[in-house]
């Protein structure tokens, strides 16, 4: 039986650099992420928002195909908690049980009432801690918090460090090109950062980066620096995964590699 700290040091080993999620939606994805250099394979439905929920059998087919293939980690993306209610949320965590993911992400939007964002929030974690070998939950904060009326960042942050993965996502939910330093800038970043230390919470960074971003994200690197659109044909989401895409953004963090700040 894994517990929860293998599933977390097998995902985002510390202290250690920086480590590339790819976000993708099928197995021949999967296979193009990891063949670029992947360290984490995600998966989500681009279709269906910023943490769009594959099917349960995409989920279980990529997930078992790359426990097959060398002990990749894996996590999955569930969509908005606002969507779940506690039946789903049970059937969910049956579902996931022995399914070998390291994380799973609920993302925070339409609530912006903290209270019972928080409520749900934990009634989730309660329930996926009920049986080691179902994956740990992560929160997903949205850095356009306005846009997707969902709690501050520094709120959601609050929340990830009372749990067992101590690991926050910050994204962007309006995936209309403006990305993650069009709403916490440069100087506002590594405040982020240090707050997380602080609380010994990891942190990855989503959000429509592009190679711009690489220069000002290295200066403070967080755990995870994760991408769809990026390792995507014309940086668009909906388009496939392209392995050269992917290597280019290895190469990228290796030009930029410093220690992560501990």
Known sequence: MTRPNDKLELFCPSPGWPRLLVSVRNVAEAIMASEGGADIIDIK???QGSLGRATSSTILAISH??????????????GELKDLDDLQCAH??????SSGLSLVKVG?????????????????????????DRPMLMPAAYADAGRAQ?????????WAGETTARFLLVDTFV??????FSWI?????????????????????????????????????PDVVAVRGAACSGYCRQAGIDSNKVRRLRQLMEHHRKPLSR
């Open 108 to 132: 925070t939007s339409g609530l912006a009432d903290e209270d019972r964002g928080r409520s749900k929030f934990f009634s989730l974690h309660r329930l996926m801690e009920e049986n080691s």
């Open 185 to 221: 800038d440069s100087t506002e970043y590594p405040e982020l950062l240090g707050a997380c230390r602080e609380a010994s919470v990891r942190l990855a960074i989503a959000g429509s980066l592009r190679e711009d971003d690489f220069e000002i994200l290295f200066d403070h690197p």
């Open 65 to 78: 195909h790359h426990q097959l293939q060398g002990q990749i980690p894996v996590t999955a993306a569930l």
């Open 150 to 158: 969902a709690p501050p960042v520094w709120e959601v942050l609050k």
């Open 45 to 47: 439905d681009p279709s």
């Open 175 to 180: 995936k209309d090109g403006r990305g993650f």
């Open 92 to 97: 969910l965590g049956r579902e996931l049980e």
